[in-house]
């Protein structure tokens, strides 16, 4: 387990919920290195985290130790791989509040598994007439599946309004999910803004008309706690690439009762009870909507990042994540002129901070960030529509994470002031 089974990552002193940020540093080899001539300040996690060693040590140990593949197999590789798939499957329940594990469904991210919920439950549920909700927030994998489902079934696509402060705008909450609604679909932490949703009203409301739920949590997970077990979604996906695992894995939760009834999104091996030539029958969740070989290595390495940040304790990385972002809303105000986007409280917000320059096109502060080794996003960030909404083509964004801490947006805000002056507006 490398530095982190060594307690090192937890500090006990002054703040003992606090993270040792220069501790987890070390864990993660890519921040040490210098990019054009500078220590790299990594600030675009919203977009992908890195890597600790024991996640990328389980990647080399999968491949070098039991690669072969599972579920089928009768020897001693294919035993230990299918063991160790399935071990990852048991401690993502274990994580997200100790929920039934045949819940858990593996897809390749969170973008494939809202399609796979929009291609099997979308389909067979919508009708014309009926409609889909999304709000004004939503990244496209959130919002281009279910803009496809009711333009091809003829169903009418709502959205929930943000208010200026970045917020959900509920007002008209009863006018807009109504008894004809099959999905809602919400984020529970934009990507662009950053606000963390309240989840429970929508829930509410969907579930007293008899719809369900779709929860975007691609920016929560890996953040901050989210407990399953009192959360009452229907569907709940998210990203291990954004939470210290390796890309190319996606976690689908869903309700039993509703797993079991959907059909299919692929077919193929591995997802069926019995074939004949006349016949097909299929294996209930979460082997139904698993056709073929699965992306076993990458699913095995993400069992490291669990424990990583289970080591660091959810409740202590939003803490970090929480004062941090404090400290970043109130430094970045030091830029003259810079315009911040998203909640000003850091308590209902994450640390994604996204904003403009008056005079400087969100590329340019990007490359010229580049050039000082800091690492951030330039652009409409997959929610075009809600940029729209914000009259903005494109916004820089800088996000944070567990490695990240008062330093890196130090560095942050006086590139940005001398980047001014560098552009001759400062
Ligand atoms: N939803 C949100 C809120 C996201 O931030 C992202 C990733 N940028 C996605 C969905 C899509 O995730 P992936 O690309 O891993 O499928």
């Not at 281009?144 to 402060?165: K, M, N, Q, Y």
Request: one cysteine or more; hydrophobic letters at 40%.
């Amino acid at each position: 387990m490398g530095d982190v089974s060594t307690g090192r990552a937890i500090r006990v002193g002054e703040n003992a919920l606090g993270l040792d940020v220069e501790a987890i540093r070390a864990d993660f080899p890519i921040l040490d290195q210098k990019i054009n001539d500078k220590p790299l300040i990594y600030l675009d996690n919203a977009a992908t985290s890195q890597k600790p060693r024991t996640v990328i040590n389980a990647l080399i140990d999968y491949y070098r130790k039991y690669n072969a593949n599972i579920h089928r197999g009768v020897h001693a590789l294919a035993e230990q791989a299918t063991e160790r798939y399935e071990a990852t499957r048991s401690h993502v329940a274990r994580f997200l509040g100790d929920i039934d594990r045949e819940r858990v469904v593996f897809t390749k991210g969170t973008t494939e598994a809202i399609n796979l919920i929009a291609s099997s439950y979308g389909v067979e549920q919508v009708r014309a007439g009926d409609n889909v909700v999304v709000t004004e927030m939503e990244h496209h994998a959130n919002f281009v599946p279910w803009f496809h489902l009711a333009d091809s079934t003829g169903a009418e696509l709502r959205r929930i309004p943000i208010t200026v402060c970045g917020h959900l705008d509920l007002s008209r909450i009863d006018d807009i999910i109504t008894d004809r609604t099959r999905i809602v679909a919400v984020s529970h932490m934009s990507n662009v803004l950053g606000t963390i949703v309240d989840l429970q009203p929508l829930i509410d409301r969907a579930h007293d008309v008899g719809a369900i739920v779709v929860i975007d949590g691609a920016q929560s997970v890996p953040h901050f706690p989210v407990d399953l077990s009192a959360l009452d979604a229907d569907f709940y996906v998210f990203s291990a690439h954004k939470m210290l695992g390796p890309t190319g894995v996606g976690v689908l939760v869903g309700q039993r009762e509703i797993l079991d009834a959907m059909p299919p999104y692929q077919y193929g091996g591995s997802m069926i009870q019995e074939v004949r030539f006349d016949r097909v029958t299929y294996e209930s969740s979460p082997n139904r909507f698993e056709a073929g070989t699965p992306n076993i290595a990458d699913v095995v390495a993400f069992d490291a990042a669990l424990s990583y940040l289970e080591h660091l304790g959810m409740d202590a990385v939003r803490l970090h994540e929480r004062e941090l972002t404090r400290y970043a809303l109130r430094k970045l105000q030091e830029v003259p002129g810079l315009e911040l986007q998203g909640p000003a409280d850091a308590e209902h917000r994450g640390g994604v901070f996204s904003f403009t320059d008056p005079d400087i096109h969100p590329a340019d502060i990007g490359a010229y960030l580049d050039a000082k080794g800091i690492a951030i996003r330039a652009g409409h960030h997959c929610a075009q529509p809600l940029l729209r909404q914000m009259q903005k083509v494109a916004t820089a964004r800088a996000s944070i994470y567990v490695y990240n801490d008062e330093s890196d947006i130090d560095r942050l805000v006086a590139a940005l002031v001398d980047m001014r002056t560098y552009f001759g507006v400062g």
